[in-house]
Every structure is written in C-alpha cells, then in structure tokens.
C-alpha cells in the first residue's frame, strides 16, 4: 500500500478539440477526506466521468489508484481496482433489488466480509426496509442518496468519488449523507467530494479542499477555502 489512495498528475481530458481538464495535479492519502469545489462548467463531473472510464472523453496524465495506474483499464477493472463513483442523479434499476445487487457485489468480491458489512450497513443507515425494493426506484433524493452511501459502505473501495451527492437534498437529508460519509473515513479509504456550495462540508470533517476554476486546479487549502468561496463566490479565482 502507498501513502496515497488517489493520485492525478497531469491529467488532462477532451470531447474533440474542446478541452476540459488542463493538467489536473491532485492526491487524496489514505484516511483523508477531500473536497472538489468550482462553478458550473469548470470541469468537476468531467473529472469524476474520466475517473471512472467514460468512453466519450480522450484522456492523457496518470491517475494512480493505491499506486496503480487506471487510465488504461476498462469501468469494470476501474471498480475491481477499487474506485466507487456516487452520481449526481442516482440510476434506477427496475427488476432489480437492492438486497440482489448486495448478493452480486459479495459473488464478484474477492473478500470474505463483504455480508458481515451488508449487514452492518443495513441496520447503521436504516437500509432495511429498502432491500426487496428495486434500486432507486420510486425512492425520494434523500433516499436514494442513502442507498447510494449504503452501497459505498458495502463496496469498502480504496477510493470514492463523491459526486455532488448533496445535490437536490433538504437539509436534514444533507446532514444524513455527511455523517454517513463520515462514518466510512478510515485508513484503507480516500473520499474525494466534488460539490458546489459549502453545506454538505459543514457536517463532515474535510482535510483539504481543492478549487477547480476552467479545467486547472487554483487553490488548495483547509476549510477557510469553503468558507471564503461561500462569501466571495468564484469570480475572484
């Protein structure tokens, strides 16, 4: 194991000849949790999208997972290396339950603990009368935003990439997911969440935030980033 879960050097991304990433430097260690911050259209989503290996964007730079490098490897490699992407817009997958993807996580799982943690998940997020159910169907945003962090808890990867997961929440139901995040901090784990708006971090305790400002990352620091970008706004970055 390297010191760091997640580690982008150089990366940069594209749709054709419209580029988007413009040499993206970021690493999240072990045991941390990290916040991505910007506007609309800085390139946050399309960093999360690279990541995970969508086919659409030409990428280049390295992005290292526990040491190894995952641009090259297919979704499905992506997730077996590791990495756990949480969306904006949770999918919904009629004829499918939420106990049945649990079962099909624990098959295609390599470890011996994957039901001790179901289980253990289930009951610590009120998961439990959710499992018969399809996965996110029918279920409010607060409530898929749960299953979501459930299905986190029982994947256990080394990295999550948290997606604008407060995104259409009330208040409360922010405050459910970021003590849920929270929860799931610890030595084998790094959590980066990309966010627009400083409430989701107000409930969880964030080690570094990085701003992204046209494709480049243009400041890191503590939690005095958030606070100064929900009084100043971005326009000064």
Known sequence: MTDNALQIEGLTAGLGDHQILKGIDLTVPFGEIHALMGPNGSGKSTLAHVLTGHEDYEAAGSALV???DILGMSVHERARS???HAFQYPVALPGISLEKLTNEMEDASEEGDVETRAIDAAERMRMEPFLDRFVNVGLSGGEKKRSEMYQLAVAAPTVAILDEID?????????DVAEMVESMRNRQRGVLVITHYNRILRYMTVDRIHVLVDGRIVESGGPEVAERLEAEGYKTR
């Open 66 to 68: 526990d040491g190894v």
């Open 82 to 84: 590791g990495l756990f």
């Open 167 to 175: 995104s259409g929440l009330d208040v409360d139901a922010v405050r």
